[in-house]
């Protein structure tokens, strides 16, 4: 048992090591200080960007890098991985193959049968049916202008699933259901 609840040297996070919803090859993730990792997934606080993490706690972030690069040859995938920080010190908690979008799904394909991580048949295979169908899914366009949403916008969050969704906002789950 490792506890990332010790002060501020500690911490919990979550990281894929590329981008879930572009499949760009960037370290991507949230971070918690002096959080243990149910924290992180319970939304009780807002997580920090692993950037953050970086300049915090740069001798555990480097550690957490390499450890990056070591998963991603060893699996020869995208890996979703949960870690904690005790006292500076790195601990793995587990990692798995990363769920991503339809669109990341090609890119990471394409990207790791370049890198020589996968041969490009392997790259192929790894494409699904449903991948193909989801990329005709109704989604917010990434080239939209924020700056001329931002006076429209009544609230943020974090996205759970890719795609994007029309509707009444709404705030029980009775009301939701109904």
């Known amino acids: 048992m490792v506890f990332g609840n010790t002060g501020e040297n500690s911490g919990t996070g979550?990281?894929?090591?590329?981008?879930?919803?572009?499949?760009?090859k960037t370290f991507y993730g949230d971070f918690l200080i002096n959080a243990q990792g149910e924290d992180v997934v319970a939304s009780i606080?807002?997580?920090?960007?692993?950037?953050?993490m970086a300049k915090r706690m740069p001798r555990v972030y480097k550690q957490l890098?390499?450890?990056?690069?070591?998963?991603?040859?060893?699996?020869?995938?995208?890996?979703?991985?949960?870690?904690?920080?005790?006292?500076?010190?790195l601990y793995m908690l587990q990692t798995r193959t990363g769920k991503r979008t339809p669109a990341a799904a090609f890119r990471m394909a394409v990207d790791m049968?370049?890198?020589g991580l996968v041969s490009k048949e392997e790259g192929v295979m790894r494409i699904k049916r449903e991948d193909i169908e989801r990329l005709f899914y109704p989604v917010i366009d990434?080239?939209?202008?924020?700056?001329?949403?931002e006076s429209k916008r009544l609230a943020g969050g974090i996205?759970?699933?890719?795609?994007?969704?029309?509707?009444?906002?709404?705030?029980?789950?009775d009301t939701a259901e109904e």
């Open 142 to 149: 990434p080239n939209v202008d924020k700056r001329s949403l």
């Open 45 to 52: 606080r807002t997580p920090m960007h692993l950037t953050e």
């Open 113 to 115: 049968a370049k890198e």
């Open 65 to 89: 890098e390499k450890v990056r690069a070591i998963l991603e040859k060893h699996y020869r995938d995208m890996q979703d991985t949960e870690f904690t920080a005790q006292e500076g010190t």
């Open 159 to 173: 996205n759970a699933v890719p795609g994007a969704a029309v509707g009444k906002v709404v705030f029980a789950a």
């Open 14 to 24: 979550v990281c894929f090591t590329r981008d879930p919803s572009t499949g760009e």
